[in-house]
Nanobody, 117 residues
Framework: QVQLVESGGGLVQTGGSLRLSCAASGRTFSRYTMGWFRQAPGKEREFVAAFSRSGLRTDYADSVKGRFTISRDNAKNTCYLQMNSLKPEDTAVYYC??????????WGQGTQVTVSS
């Protein structure tokens, strides 16, 4: 079992930056692929970014490439999402998730990000 707790959301103006953190419980954090997803009001949840358990691969949604950076610190059991050049369309609840295999089995409670125009 892995418990995930996100933090770092808030209100920011267009063009601003935020860094989200996802703190994980347990001693096997390094065994999980970590991902970030988001859900805007009235929309489906969508993939944002992922960092493989091997530490060798990152993936990003086209909409955030070049603006967002995912990272992880296995010593601190924490995953981060640095978000720069934020746009109003980035407004959503952001969720951290962990995948032990091909599926994301564990999810955090989410943190709200609001970008004002």
């Amino acid at each position: 079992q892995v418990q995930l707790v996100e933090s770092g959301g808030g209100l920011v103006q267009t063009g601003g930056s935020l860094r989200l953190s996802c703190a994980a419980s347990g001693r096997t954090f390094s065994r999980y692929t970590m991902g970030w997803f988001r859900q805007a009001p009235g929309k489906e949840r969508e993939f944002v970014a992922a960092f493989s358990r091997s530490g060798l691969r990152t993936d990003y949604a086209d909409s955030v490439k070049g603006r967002f950076t995912i990272s992880r610190d296995n010593a601190k059991n924490t995953c981060y999402l640095q978000m720069n050049s934020l746009k109003p369309e980035d407004t959503a609840v952001y969720y951290c998730a962990a995948a032990g295999g091909s599926d994301y089995n564990f999810w955090g409670q989410g943190t709200q990000v609001t970008v004002s125009s």
